[in-house]
């Protein structure tokens, strides 16, 4: 794509652009999203992670649960769980052994993100 100039097809996979909170769901916007976003193996996406902000014993790096994530548009992704109400913060495939299976219509695998704030972004 750069050294040629093709562009028919994408040259990488779904890129975090934006969120939004709505309704107790998180709504994940990507860049590079080609023909549609999906699942690669057909199965429920995998790897989304939602917190409310609330911390281990009150300070520390924040409380993540696993989230049910689905495509609800060409390049968006809606993310929740049940357990918490009111979240704040989505990350996606943050752990060094993370095999997410979100892909572009390319099948190029999606890019690993966090939204919060917290300076360590090592810790989990």
């Known amino acids: 794509q750069k050294v040629y100039g093709k562009t028919t097809k994408e040259?990488?996979?779904p890129m975090y652009n934006s969120h939004q909170i709505k309704d107790g769901k998180v709504i994940v916007t990507f860049d590079n999203p080609g023909a549609g976003l999906k699942s690669a193996d057909e199965k429920a996406l995998n790897w989304f992670e939602v917190s409310d902000c609330s911390q281990k014993n009150g300070s520390g790096p924040y409380v993540y649960v696993k989230a049910v994530a689905r495509v609800i548009g060409k390049n968006q992704i809606e993310a929740y769980s049940p357990e918490v109400a009111a979240p704040k913060f989505v990350r996606f495939?943050?752990?060094?052994?993370?095999?997410?299976?979100?892909?572009?219509?390319?099948?190029l695998p999606g890019f690993a993100f966090r939204t919060d704030d917290y300076p360590d972004p090592k810790a989990r």
């Open 11 to 13: 040259a990488y996979g």
């Open 93 to 107: 495939s943050w752990h060094k052994f993370a095999r997410n299976n979100l892909v572009n219509s390319e099948g």
